[in-house]
């Protein structure tokens, strides 16, 4: 059974319940996206010492599985921080300034794309193309979707998630 963990919650590695999590999609057709998708939910990210459980239930090589795993950016290495946060860098919302805003964004939080902050609270990721083109720069701030964004209303953002 899956734990109902959120980026706000992290499991550790628990090989018992990772063995668990694959096992119930290894006679499903497409079983390794799933299982993928499982450990993700249950942990958090996708442990990599889950490579080898997954190798060898599918039977494919870790490399295989590493493959899988990094063509689809949905699916983390390490855990999140308890806000997510997504720039736009496609070419609308770079033409609106979505690159000065993510330079902003990184010297306001001390991380570049890509990092999660030292203590945990802020993971900051590029994207490209939200899909709001017409109302460029455009981010996700836990998953929710922001036009518009200026430097001021990221700030503005920012602080309410800081009370």
């Known amino acids: 059974m899956l734990n109902d963990k959120t980026h706000l919650e992290k499991a550790e590695w628990d090989e018992t319940e990772a063995r668990q999590v694959i096992e119930q999609f290894t006679g499903l057709k497409g079983g390794l996206m799933e299982a993928l998708h499982g450990l993700q939910h249950a942990f958090g990210f996708i442990p ?80 490209y193309c939200l899909g709001n083109c017409a109302v460029s720069p455009n981010i996700t701030f836990d998953g929710k979707l922001h036009g518009r964004m200026s430097e001021d209303n990221f700030d503005g953002l920012l602080k309410k998630v800081a009370l």
Do not use: W
């Not at 919302?93 to 945990?120: F, N, P, Y």
């Open 48 to 127: 990599k010492p889950s490579y080898d459980l997954l190798a060898d239930v599918f039977n494919l090589s870790k490399a295989e599985i590493y493959g899988v795993k990094s063509f689809y950016h949905d699916f983390k290495s390490e855990p999140q921080g308890h806000h997510v946060i997504q720039i736009c860098q496609a070419e609308s919302c770079q033409a609106r300034g979505s690159r000065a805003l993510t330079r902003h964004v990184q010297e306001l939080l001390g991380i570049k794309l890509g990092q999660t902050t030292h203590d945990g609270h802020f993971t900051l990721e590029a994207v």
